[in-house]
Nanobody, 123 residues
Framework: QVQLVESGGGLVQAGGSLRLSCAAS????????VGWFRQAPGKEREFVAG????????YLADSVKGRFTISRDNAKNTVTLQMNSLKPEDTAVYYC????????????????WGQGTQVTVSS
């Protein structure tokens, strides 16, 4: 089992920044790829960013390229999503997830999920 806890969400004005963290415990976290997903009210959960187990490969959805970056620190069992130039359409609950398929945009490829953190971007 891997337990994941997200933090760092909040309310920010458009153009602002937030830094989300995903803290892991349990099984060897460095064995797993990690993805960030988000879900807005009335919409399906969508892939935002992913990172391989080593951190050597990263993946970003087209909608966030140039604004978001993903990184990980396996010594600290954390994955970070840095979000800059936020837009109102980025408003959603953000989830981190761990799985064995690096960079997969499919939620079904991830075995472990956090509880989510709310990000609200005001216009």
């Amino acid at each position: 089992q891997v337990q994941l806890v997200e933090s760092g969400g909040g309310l920010v004005q458009a153009g602002g920044s937030l830094r989300l963290s995903c803290a892991a415990s349990g099984r060897t976290f460095s064995n797993y790829a990690v993805g960030w997903f988000r879900q807005a009210p009335g919409k399906e959960r969508e892939f935002v960013a992913g990172i391989s187990w080593s951190g050597g490969s990263t993946y970003l959805a087209d909608s966030v390229k140039g604004r978001f970056t993903i990184s990980r620190d396996n010594a600290k069992n954390t994955v970070t999503l840095q979000m800059n130039s936020l837009k109102p359409e980025d408003t959603a609950v953000y989830y981190c997830a761990a799985g064995l398929y690096s960079g997969s945009p499919s939620a079904r490829r991830y075995n472990y999920w956090g509880q989510g953190t709310q990000v609200t971007v005001s216009s």
